[in-house]
């Protein structure tokens, strides 16, 4: 008692714990630092009280820290002294309650379904103690625990009635109810629970089919960036070497046109030069005439004529043809034309590159049909291979229908015959997208998909469908659905019909089936990779007259 009566003097009154930075204001109360800060922080006036005695202070106090009492306050801590719960103890708006508490109530730990009520962990306690209270049911807190109540009369609802799927109490089915079907809550809430368990099945399925689809379009994502990176690499290659090509025969034809310059104009100096040559002696001997024109002595005239009118014939015609500025236009002429044909060439292959470019598939999977017309887009079909067959099978209706029999059939000995299972597989092979139905009577079938490469003598796990990693099937009954794939069993929910429809697409990697009644309901769906054609199949149950019959759909 005396431990407690010290821990109510050094607690604060505001938060209930031991103080922290302990501060005493002016009518000697002490407070914590923060606490009452935040107090007067709030108050809206200018006049600032003590929250216990509320005497009021003007102006507001100033604080400083009381070393004396937070010594005081260590050495309790020192002795083992326990602080008051913490804040986070207490019930908050969002929290639930105890509702044993009386003033500041603690957080509630446990909700009672019996007693209707919820308990913080000391008021819990009586629940563990009290052997009669051990059997309440105690669940999480809960803030709606009147909503077990039955309003009409006040009593707590533990049944379930299925007729009007509503919660009642015990006395309902008397009066409101009466006639009803009516259950345990605890009866209902076991059949939910296992409707909810498929459901979580069809969820985890569809999160590892997801996944499977995220995976598979990183992969994707990847071959596209490095399929894209060595087609740039490739294409910069080769552009870089049709660039190298264009500019080593535009330096040939530079080197040429150039060669030829040199060729041309030398040999036009050369003539030029000797044409200078040529006007520079008729010069030099017209100036001789001229002389000898204007002799006097008629003599010296007469001997000197003669040598001096002789004129040597000249080495070159008298005309010169010049074709002007035409000298490589021809080449000119000839680099257009190549221009030409280039830029037509590679406009007419750019456009089949860009056609290439557009055609490039993702391959991305394809959209499963919505409506049965959908389906029937892809219906094929389906002809039983006797050579497959089991030898106690009869094969009828153009091979489209199989039953079990007593006695052998008289089909010819086969390598591809199956032993030991009553199974039978198609003639055609299946690839793209394909949509096919059977029907079936009697206890039940397994519709099935399968490798042609899958085993047909030996054990159950080598040969039957479903029971390998070479087959996939589906097990429906008249007491419901099942699809195994190696080895592995999956329990299917759904309508129960005697015809279920297979859509497959091979190249997606896509198989589905469905439960075939006024409407199609998807009862499972495989996301994988097929690495070869398949064949369908279907295997009998060892029950005398069981049939399966692959429907001829229109």
């Known amino acids: 008692m005396a431990s407690i009566s010290r821990k109510n003097t050094f607690s604060c009154l505001i938060c209930l714990d031991l103080l922290k930075d302990p501060v005493t204001i002016p009518c000697g109360h002490s407070y914590c630092m923060n606490c009452i800060k935040g107090y007067w922080d709030v108050e809206e006036k200018r006049i600032y009280s003590c929250p216990q005695c509320r005497q009021t202070f003007t102006p507001r106090p100033v604080l400083v820290k009381n070393t004396m009492l937070a010594d005081l306050v260590e050495e309790l801590k020192k002795t083992g002294l326990q602080a008051a719960p913490a804040d986070h103890c ?4 969002e929290d639930v309650a105890c509702d044993v508490c009386t003033g500041r109530k603690m957080k509630a730990v446990k909700s009672c379904l019996f007693c209707l009520a ?21 669940v999480e807190p809960s803030k709606k625990l009147q909503e077990n109540i039955c309003f009409r009369r ?30 345990s809550a605890a009866a209902e809430r076991t059949e939910r629970q296992r409707e909810l368990e498929v459901s979580q099945q ?19 994502v990847e071959a596209i960036n490095q399929s894209a990176d060595k087609t740039v690499e490739h294409s910069e290659k080769i552009f870089t070497e049709l ?12 080197q040429q046109i150039r060669s030829q310059q040199e060729t041309e104009v030398s040999r036009v100096k050369a003539l030029q030069e000797k044409l200078e040559q040529e006007i520079t002696e008729l010069k030099r001997k017209d100036a001789e005439l001229k002389q000898l024109s204007h002799t006097g002595d008629h003599i010296q005239f007469l001997h ?4 001096l009118s002789a004129l040597s014939e000249s080495t070159h015609s008298s005309s010169i043809n010049i074709r002007p500025l035409s000298y490589f236009e021809d080449v000119t002429a000839a680099v257009s034309v190549i221009r030409e044909k280039l830029r037509d060439f590679l406009s007419e292959e750019w456009r089949n590159i860009s056609l290439t470019l557009n055609e490039v598939d993702v391959l991305l999977p394809t959209p499963e049909p919505k409506t049965r017309a959908e389906f029937l887009k892809y219906s094929c079909e389906i002809t039983l291979d006797p050579s497959t067959a089991h030898t106690q099978l009869l094969l009828s209706e153009g091979n489209r229908k199989v039953k079990f029999v007593k006695y052998q059939q008289s089909y010819f000995d086969h390598p591809d015959k199956f032993f030991g299972w009553l199974q039978v597989l198609s003639r055609e092979s299946l690839t793209g997208r394909c949509y096919w139905e059977v029907r079936r009577s009697g206890r039940g079938i397994f519709v099935a998909v399968a490798y042609k490469d899958i085993s047909r003598a030996g054990t159950l796990n080598e040969c039957g469908f479903g029971r390998n990693e070479k087959s996939w099937a589906l097990d429906f009954s008249k007491n419901g659905y099942t699809f195994w794939h190696n080895n592995v069993q999956t329990l299917v929910s759904g309508p129960r019909s005697p015809r279920v429809g297979v859509y497959l697409d091979h190249r997606a990697g896509i198989l589905s089936f469905y439960s075939i009644s006024e409407t199609m309901t998807l009862l499972h769906r495989v996301q994988t990779t097929f690495t070869q054609p398949l064949y369908a199949g279907v295997w009998l149950y060892n029950n005398y007259g069981d049939t399966a019959v692959f429907i001829k759909l229109k």
């Open 243 to 254: 660039i190298h090509l264009i500019q080593k025969r535009s330096s040939d034809v530079k």
């Open 304 to 307: 000197n004529y003669p040598s």
């Open 118 to 138: 919820s308990y913080c962990e000391k008021h819990l306690q009586s629940h563990y103690d009290v052997v009669p209270l051990r059997k309440h049911k105690l």
């Open 154 to 183: 006040d009593e707590v609802m533990k049944m379930f009635c299925r007729t009007d799927q509503q919660s009642i109490c015990y006395l309902c089915p008397v009066d409101e109810h009466k006639g009803h079907h009516t259950v």
């Open 202 to 220: 069809k969820i985890q399925q569809r999160i590892q089919d997801r996944e499977k689809d995220v995976k598979l379009l990183q992969q994707e």
């Open 90 to 93: 207490y019930a908050g708006p």
